[in-house]
């Protein structure tokens, strides 16, 4: 029997972007992959970060008006394209999540739940123990090993 | 070692890497005041005498209640009403932002202001396709003009106010005048700098703009009323509270206490939006000169003083503003006049001149005097800040360029008020 183990349930390959790439490659690989979340890789394809597309609308966003949401309603429409241009060659070493939580192949399907749901992440890449990224963990894996134990069809 | 050869080179070793800007200035005044008690300069029951809690308990109250109102869009809603009254023209609204700006700031801490006022005022600029640099460079130089005219507007004068038991309304009637006269002043050249820059608008965007409502910035009716209700009983509080006795740590967390219970709101999160690092600074600072103090070198300083203007009180005031001005443009204008408190009381005891006309030239000096640079004040430095986060980075000698003439108008006017009022 299939132990609920992350290696078991972890997607290969990743959807991956190299440390050094702008705004724009990692929007034009999301597209490509139809994803909401990249893991960033360094040349030897450890781990540097997570980008995920909130990363991304944060970004967009100025600290201004972050501060005061109700002035959001206010901005002149324009804003929002002059922005998107402005940042499109951005390096996304500048606003992607560092601080990566990861687990590792060997690691329960309960050590990654519990993981996503304590730092509230969506994405959990698996990692083995020299740090090379091996796979990938999110939400819907997690939900399709529930619905398997569930007896309920994948179809 | 002589105590007072320590007291000295903690002192001064610490305003030196405040200026620096190496560490953060919290946590070097804090490491200062602790050097002060353990290389025994003073005890720990003196330093903690020597701080000033009137200051501190009104700082926080007033950071408590401002923290609780922005969020009702009061303030936002006040600005975006400006450029209905100014009907869409670029130079109207400049001028009517500076003006709310001064106002808003004699009410709030400068740097509450300005991190109210640069959001909507970049909001505004961008739907009218302006430059944004003039409306930031006039919020930096009316935000530290406005403070100067109430006990409230600015740090330096609630330290001041509490140390020389001055109230709000000896404020508001001595230094109140000359700042509403220092807002025309300045408003008047910022017009002729910046006009011809603010003369052509989109008259599209203009019209778009005004199709908004400022009333959707309002996004909670109720806390609206609370916050206004607290803001006029904290007012009244502070007007009266020369007759009342009152004092101004009492009537802030008074208005503090008042609004969480009105909005019943979680104390918790609100207390955490109390700039902490700013009330810890000067907890730091009140020790650090309780030290120089304790030492004499205060005194010795203000006898050299009195020598140097030969105990004259026109030299004195007048050296002053101008002392003061200078001294603010280059360093913090709090550490600045937490200092300058003892020494000018020293002066009094050893010549019984006047106090009073001092208070004003300190207060006057440092809050204008700020304006000259970009590291003149703290409201400076956020909006500089700020600015260069959005790609409108303002260039030290670019706005100096501009803020000195005026800066040093200013300060011609605060020298001809306080000479004709008061010497």
Redo the contacts between chains.
Sequence with gaps: MKTFKASNYMRTPVATIGKGATLKEAVRIMIEHKTNGLVVVDADNRVAGILSSWDMIQHLVPDYLEEDQHLAAFEAAAKFKERVTELADDPIERFMTKQVHSIHPESTLMEAAATLSEFRIRQLPVVDDDGYLVGYLNRTDIKKAVAEILGIDPQ | MDPFIIAVIIFLATYAVIISEKVHRTVVALTGAVLMILLGVVNQHKAIEGIDFNTIGLLIGMMVVVGIAKDS?MF?YVA?QSTKIAKGKPIRIFLLLGVITAVFSALLDNVTTV?LM???T???A??L?LNPKPFLISAILLSNIGGAATLIGDPPNIIIGSAANLSFNDFLFNVGPIALIVTVLTSLMLFVVYRKELKTADKG?AKT?LK?DPR??I?DVPLLKKSLFTIAVVLLGFLTHGATGLEGATIALGGAALLLLLTMNDPEKHLHEVEWTTIFFFAGLFVLVVGLEEVGAIHILAEHLIAWTHGDPATTTYALIWGSALFSAIVDNIPFVATMIPLIQNIGELTGIPLTPLWWALALGADIGGNATLVGASANVVVSG?AE???HKIGFLEYMKVAVPLTVVGLIACTIYVGIRYV
């Design positions: 869009g936002q975006l991190l640069v959001p909507v970049l909001v505004i961008n739907n396709r965007a703009f908004f959707q910035a996004s700020m986060k959005e790609g």
